[in-house]
């Protein structure tokens, strides 16, 4: 019988902890997260957050970002993430709302009223901070491949 899905991660954690790392209990659920990760931290930190593209680049149909989610108020950096856009598996409107460099990801989708889900990938421990790695699908299609590390 395959475990199930919330399973699956608390057994990914409980490894990551018992090789030495040691989470919060807001790490644990940003890990284990799938849905809007600017939303989710916004009550975990219970303040306003914002998103700043630090870096982009596009070619060949990938746009390559660097973001930062931190404290409104202090400008505190909450998660570094590092994403790939495949434009061929997303419509245009999503395209320009990346390419204008503002807003994160799962704003962008939001506003777009685009049906995602998400795919946890892999989890780990680095630098002090656990990051996750994870896929947005779009129309059976991987969307986004996405790197955040926590930082809080």
Known sequence: MKADFG????AIISRLES???RLSLEQKILLAET????QVLSILVQAPVQVSVTKQEASDGIIKREAVISRRDSNAP??????KAYTASLPSKVVQGLLQKKGGIG????NAGLETRRRLVR???EKGHPYRV????HRGKVAFEIREDIMI
């Open 134 to 137: 994870y896929q947005i699908i």
């Open 35 to 38: 849905g809007t990760v600017e």
């Open 7 to 10: 399973s699956g991660v608390f």
């Open 19 to 21: 090789d030495g790392a």
């Open 78 to 83: 909450l998660i570094r993430a590092r994403s």
């Open 107 to 110: 704003t962008i989708l939001h």
């Open 123 to 125: 989890f780990g421990f």
